[in-house]
């Protein structure tokens, strides 16, 4: 009789135990996409920052280039005027 019983509690503590695990992996797998989900998010921020970046480097460039322009032009029209 009381190896019956210890059965009978061993197959139970497997059947809450296979539960238990189930639920676990249940939770575990919930929280792992929310991870993913936000190192998704993260990804796609990043790349974002990266392309505004680019952007202003370009813009800067390109002011850049009109300022050594207008600095050139204001250098031929002095020496225009000193000659």
């Keep these: 009789m ?3 019983i210890s059965i009978l509690g ?3 503590l497997v ?5 238990d695990s189930k639920q676990q992996d ?3 797998n919930k929280y792992e996409n ?3 989900k936000i190192e998704n998010m993260s990804d796609k921020l990043e790349q974002s920052a990266d392309n505004v970046t680019a952007t202003v480097d370009n813009q800067v460039d390109a002011l850049e280039e009109k300022a050594d322009k ?3 032009a204001g ?5 225009k005027l000193e000659n």
């Design 10 to 12: 061993l197959s139970m």
């Design 75 to 79: 250098e031929a029209a002095k020496e």
């Design 70 to 72: 207008v600095r050139e």
């Design 26 to 28: 249940a939770i575990e």
């Design 15 to 19: 059947a809450v135990s296979a539960c």
């Design 34 to 36: 929310q991870a993913d």
């Design 2 to 4: 009381k190896s019956a």
